[in-house]
Every structure is written in structure tokens, then in C-alpha cells.
């Protein structure tokens, strides 16, 4: 297992994999050891078939105040090459986070602002407390949400982000679960217990199924109907409903019983 300076990552006795952003005292606010260790993370995340699905949280008040300052600083005195480089890395860990072959879970308290917008937007589902607070601030500084901008508009929509990237006025949890940033919303004191709740209902889902439905979702895309996304659609579940688990599952069904998988569930 790694060791980690600005994360922690931990993984349960369930299989369940929990990143957390942990530079309280900064408000998380990542800077480029962050997005590095991040990345390590996801790696071994991602080489690990048994894991079941990953939380992705923060410790302390917020869950990102989205950049550090002092590298933002470090940033401007940068070529043009070397700013094109660190957006680079930037731009494949948005991307490696979104294409993780397990399904992905965001847990927002307090801020998450900017590139943490991007985090959040990269992942499957997210929930948060009624005191999660957002904002596209980057105009603001002259800059734009240039890199996170492509799993924002697929997060909220194209209008929603016109909005909210131009003007860069903050939304609270109520309004990010109206966009769909937000699967659902929790007074914070309940925070604790619906990401349990969470977990259990996951638990409770065939391993395989899971990864194979989220690749197969993130191969769909826009949803568009072709003929090459019917086949690979038929195929998939022509397999599953052969494979092991399928099988399971299905006669778990019909014993009414919970099935082999779901005997892990706490």
C-alpha cells in the first residue's frame, strides 16, 4: 500500500475503497503532490479487480476549496509549455477518475469549488450535506474551468454551466441536486449514516455487473442507438446471464434469498 502526504486511502474488510482528500488545514485544496498521489490512488484502485466501489471524500469542514493559492502563485510564473503540461496531468486525472472500472461515490461537505466541481462531476453518484456549497470561481481570477469543463456540462447540462461558469455565483446543495451534480442531500448531522446506507445498497449489487454496466454506460456515451452499442449491448448480457454471478444472482431470485455476493453486507 502506498503512503501517502495529501490523501489517505483506505479500504475496508467489504472491499470498499474510501480516497480521501486530507489537507484540512488547507480546506483540501489540491495542489500538485495532491493531483500526483491522487493519481497513484486510482492506479492501484484500478488494479485491484475485488474492490466493490470507491468513496471519494475529504476530511474536515470542506470537501475541496478547489486549488491551493500558493500553487496557483507558483502556476503564474510558469511558461506557457509548462502550464500546458500541468493542465495535461490535470486533464488524465479527471479523465482516469471518470473511467474507473468501478462504480465511483462523492461525499461533499462544505465547499467544493472550482476544480473540485471537476471531482465531483467525474464521479458516478454523488451525495452531500445540506451545507455543500458550489461554485465555477475561475472568472473570477481572470482564468476559466477549462480542463473540468467537459464532465461539468455532462454533470448540470450546457445551460446550467453557461450560467454558472460566466457568472461564477455559488449554489447551494438543494440547487446542485435540482442540476443532477447531487444524487441526493443530507442535514450534515446524517451525513455518516447515509453514506452507510449508501453502502449497504451497493453491497447488495453483483461486483461484476456493476463494472461491466458502467463500462458498458460510458462506452453508450450520448445515448445514441447504433448498431455496433446493440451488439455490445447484447453481448454483455448474453455473458452475464451465463456467467457465475448471473447465475447466482438469478437463483438467488427464485430461492428468495440474498445472494453469495450480498452475505458481506454489514
Known amino acids: 500500500m502506498h503512503e501517502f502526504s495529501t ?19 488547507k480546506n483540501n485544496a489540491f495542489n500538485a503532490l ?10 492501484h484502485i484500478s488494479q485491484r479487480p475485488g474492490l466493490r466501489f470507491m468513496f471519494l471524500r475529504g476530511h474536515g469542514q470542506h470537501f475541496s476549496a478547489g486549488a491551493d493559492l500558493a500553487w496557483m502563485q507558483a502556476s503564474a510564473r510558469l511558461s506557457y509549455a509548462e502550464n500546458l503540461a500541468e493542465a ?6 479527471m479523465e482516469q477518475l471518470q473511467r474507473l472500472p468501478l462504480p465511483t461515490v462523492a461525499v461533499v461537505q462544505g465547499a467544493a469549488f472550482a476544480g473540485a466541481m471537476g471531482l465531483v462531476s467525474c464521479c458516478d453518484m454523488a451525495i452531500g450535506a445540506d451545507d455543500a456549497l458550489f461554485s465555477l470561481s475561475e472568472v473570477r481570477l481572470g482564468l476559466a474551468p477549462a480542463v473540468i469543463s467537459p464532465y461539468v456540462v455532462q454533470a448540470i447540462g450546457s445551460r446550467a454551466a453557461r450560467r454558472y461558469a460566466l457568472s461564477a455565483e455559488r449554489f447551494d446543495a438543494v440547487r ?14 446524517e451525513l455518516e449514516r447515509a ?5 449497504r445498497r451497493l453491497l447488495g449489487n453483483g461486483p461484476e455487473a456493476m463494472r461491466a454496466c458502467k463500462a458498458l454506460l460510458l462506452a453508450i456515451g450520448d445515448g445514441q442507438v447504433t448498431a455496433p452499442r446493440q451488439a455490445q449491448a ?3 448480457i448474453a455473458r452475464l446471464r451465463t456467467g457465475a454471478e448471473g447465475q447466482e444472482g438469478m437463483q438467488a431470485f427464485f430461492d428468495k434469498r440474498a445472494p453469495a455476493w450480498a452475505e458481506v453486507t454489514p
Do not use: N
Open 88 to 93: 495535461t496531468r490535470l486533464s488524465e486525472l
Open 234 to 236: 447484447q453481448a454483455l
Open 34 to 43: 495532491m493531483l500526483e498521489e491522487l493519481r497513484q490512488a486510482f492506479d
Open 176 to 189: 446542485a441536486r435540482e442540476l443532477g451534480l447531487l444524487d441526493e442531500v443530507y442535514p450534515r448531522a
Open 195 to 199: 453514506v452507510q446506507a449508501w453502502q
Open 7 to 25: 490523501i489517505q486511502l483506505h479500504i475496508s474488510a467489504e472491499h470498499v475503497a474510501s480516497v480521501w482528500l486530507d489537507r484540512p488545514d
